[in-house]
């Protein structure tokens, strides 16, 4: 991974890195206000030599105070020096427990002891401090006098004396919390990094084309309005939403440069990409371009085309199929423009051999021939084998990935299964993309508020019809309305 994927993981997981980083921060104040104050005295001594004072024993008495002083410093936390300080303070601790409050320490080539006490009280710390430097005075005059009785060569002075600390030296809160915003941040980044690596759903275009190279037709972004408005007639027509659409109508006509690919099915790996809303919208679009449009619910175990348009089920393409009825009874005419619908009919018991039976395949092709476009609405790729035994029929096709839904291992699986029966996949659709963040892919330009109702329609004369809720006009002339056998393409479908 390269910079640029560090930051767009820091910016898909930021919520996750700023959380870590406020546990970090309590956790470290909680361990600051709970923790005991400890107090710091400090006292420093001076090592010095008694002689007669000449040059050269001055010298002579500089490195020999050298030389002791870090046997001095080994000194003070021996019973020897600890003891007496316990005895005269009347402390009820040994002489080990108190070493483990005492430090002494003393700067290379110079001739100072410094001696620190730690204590939860500061006038207990300074108390100690002072009896502990006494007490170290007393034992280095008692070690160092010769044993003929004479004065000791070696004088110690205080030149620091202990005081009591006005401020606690530990804990440090500032530094603690520092700390654990540092310490929070870290775990934040490897948790993020953790959670990419294992995560293997299909986000966006990145994690896309570490799957497939095939042309991106178009990313469509997620709108929590579309449960309840998912046609593109019930947005507004500069809506973002709106605007994907005519994107993806744009795109697919330059991936079917050739013009071969009259029939497109519309899939995906699983249920719930968006597939059925993506087809029903893409003719829609597809006819607001003025062409003639056929859209197919081929989906014949969970159809949702009709529950989005509005329109009866129960003569529909099962009908077509067994027979029962002609194609030309069974297309309901939808909106102002040029799109028909064949509904899914009723469910059958065998949808993959209707599907893949040759009445299916003559169908198709009478409605290749009398429509400028034929849109089918099939089942996802993974659950059953009905797209895949369909696209064989078709001139293309196209997988509408539902990102956060789908994994990259399921979607391979479905290119696969379009492959294997050499199927012609014009390309793929990015479903439910956030629209702000790293794995954003649209551009706002100029666009209405997204909860804009379309106020009308305009007709081919120029007049304006209201519409309702459904996205269709109001007075829509119904299928047996005697206008001019032009304006209904299913009228010219041949029955050969």
């Given at each position: 991974?390269?910079?640029?994927?560090?930051?767009?993981?820091?910016?898909?997981?930021?919520?996750?890195?700023?959380?870590?980083?406020?546990?970090?921060?309590?956790?470290?104040?909680?361990?600051?206000?709970?923790?005991?104050?400890?107090?710091?005295?400090?006292?420093?001594?001076?090592?010095?030599?008694?002689?007669?004072?000449?040059?050269?024993?001055?010298?002579?008495?500089?490195?020999?105070?050298?030389?002791?002083?870090?046997?001095?410093?080994?000194?003070?936390?021996?019973?020897?020096?600890?003891?007496?300080?316990?005895?005269?303070?009347?402390?009820?601790?040994?002489?080990?427990?108190?070493?483990?409050?005492?430090?002494?320490?003393?700067?290379?080539?110079?001739?100072?002891?410094?001696?620190?006490?730690?204590?939860?009280s500061p006038v207990q710390a300074a108390a100690i401090a002072?009896?502990?430097?006494?007490?170290?005075?007393?034992?280095?005059?008692?070690?160092?006098?010769?044993?003929?009785?004479?004065?000791?060569?070696?004088?110690?002075?205080?030149?620091?004396?202990?005081?009591?600390?006005?401020?606690?030296?530990?804990?440090?809160?500032?530094?603690?919390?520092?700390?654990?915003?540092?310490?929070?941040?870290?775990?934040?980044?490897?948790?993020?990094?953790?959670?990419?690596?294992?995560?293997?759903?299909?986000?966006?275009?990145?994690?896309?084309?570490?799957?497939?190279?095939?042309?991106?037709?178009?990313?469509?972004?997620?709108?929590?309005?579309?449960?309840?408005?998912?046609?593109?007639?019930?947005?507004?027509?500069?809506?973002?939403?709106?605007?994907?659409?005519?994107?993806?109508?744009?795109?697919?006509?330059?991936?079917?440069?050739?013009?071969?690919?009259?029939?497109?099915?519309?899939?995906?790996?699983?249920?719930?990409?968006?597939?059925?809303?993506?087809?029903?919208?893409?003719?829609?679009?597809?006819?607001?371009?003025?062409?003639?449009?056929?859209?197919?619910?081929?989906?014949?175990?969970?159809?949702?085309?009709?529950?989005?348009?509005?329109?009866?089920?129960?003569?529909?393409?099962?009908?077509?199929?067994?027979?029962?009825?002609?194609?030309?009874?069974?297309?309901?005419?939808?909106?102002?423009?040029?799109?028909?619908?064949?509904?899914?009919?009723?469910?059958?018991?065998?949808?993959?051999?209707?599907?893949?039976?040759?009445?299916?395949?003559?169908?198709?092709?009478?409605?290749?021939?009398?429509?400028?476009?034929?849109?089918?609405?099939?089942?996802?790729?993974?659950?059953?084998?009905?797209?895949?035994?369909?696209?064989?029929?078709?001139?293309?096709?196209?997988?509408?990935?539902?990102?956060?839904?789908?994994?990259?291992?399921?979607?391979?699986?479905?290119?696969?299964?379009?492959?294997?029966?050499?199927?012609?996949?014009?390309?793929?659709?990015?479903?439910l993309l956030p629209g702000k963040g790293p794995d954003a892919?649209?551009?706002?330009?100029?666009?209405?508020?997204?909860?804009?109702?379309p106020r009308s329609t305009s007709t081919s004369s120029g007049?304006?019809?209201?519409?309702?809720?459904?996205?269709?006009?109001?007075?829509?002339?119904?299928?047996?309305?005697?206008?001019?056998?032009?304006?209904?393409?299913?009228?010219?479908?041949?029955?050969?």
């Amino acid at each position: 991974m390269d910079l640029r994927d560090y930051v767009r993981i820091l910016r898909r997981n930021w919520i996750l890195v700023v959380a870590t980083m406020l546990a970090g921060l309590l956790v470290s104040g909680l361990v600051s206000i709970l923790t005991k104050p400890t107090y710091t005295s400090e006292t420093q001594l001076f090592v010095a030599i008694q002689n007669s004072g000449s040059a050269q024993e001055l010298q002579q008495g500089n490195t020999f105070s050298q030389a002791r002083v870090q046997s001095y410093v080994k000194t003070v936390d021996s019973p020897v020096v600890l003891q007496p300080a316990i005895d005269t303070l009347g402390l009820s601790v040994t002489a080990e427990e108190l070493s483990k409050q005492v430090k002494a320490s003393t700067d290379l080539n110079t001739v100072l002891i410094n001696i620190s006490v730690d204590d939860h009280s500061p006038v207990q710390a300074a108390a100690i401090a002072r009896a502990v430097a006494d007490s170290l005075i007393h034992a280095i005059d008692s070690l160092e006098r010769p044993k003929s009785g004479d004065s000791s060569p070696v004088r110690l002075s205080v030149t620091k004396p202990a005081t009591v600390p006005p401020a606690p030296s530990a804990p440090h809160t500032t530094l603690n919390l520092l700390l654990g915003l540092l310490a929070g941040l870290a775990l934040g980044v490897i948790a993020a990094v953790l959670r990419t690596t294992l995560d293997n759903r299909v986000r966006g275009e990145v994690d896309l084309r570490r799957i497939t190279d095939s042309p991106l037709l178009g990313a469509i972004t997620f709108d929590q309005d579309a449960a309840k408005k998912p046609l593109l007639t019930q947005t507004a027509s500069q809506s973002r939403r709106a605007e994907s659409f005519r994107q993806l109508r744009t795109n697919l006509q330059f991936a079917n440069v050739s013009g071969r690919a009259k029939t497109v099915l519309v899939t995906s790996s699983l249920p719930g990409e968006g597939k059925s809303t993506t087809a029903t919208n893409l003719a829609i679009a597809i006819a607001q371009a003025g062409q003639s449009v056929c859209l197919i619910d081929a989906d014949l175990r969970r159809p949702m085309v009709s529950e989005y348009l509005g329109l009866d089920s129960n003569a529909g393409l099962t009908t077509a199929l067994l027979g029962a009825a002609d194609v030309n009874d069974l297309l309901q005419n939808w909106g102002e423009d040029q799109l028909f619908v064949l509904t899914s009919g009723q469910i059958p018991p065998n949808p993959s051999e209707l599907l893949g039976s040759e009445e299916m395949k003559d169908l198709i092709a009478r409605l290749e021939r009398a429509f400028d476009t034929v849109v089918i609405d099939a089942p996802p790729l993974l659950p059953v084998t009905d797209a895949a035994v369909l696209s064989q029929y078709v001139g293309g096709v196209v997988l509408v990935v539902g990102t956060t839904k789908v994994k990259q291992h399921d979607l391979q699986k479905a290119l696969n299964a379009l492959s294997m029966v050499e199927s012609n996949l014009l390309g793929v659709v990015l479903n439910l993309l956030p629209g702000k963040g790293p794995d954003a892919y649209t551009y706002g330009y100029g666009y209405y508020g997204q909860d804009k109702e379309p106020r009308s329609t305009s007709t081919s004369s120029g007049q304006y019809i209201e519409t309702d809720g459904s996205g269709r006009s109001q007075d829509r002339a119904s299928i047996n309305d005697p206008r001019p056998a032009s304006t209904y393409p299913y009228a010219q479908i041949d029955r050969s």
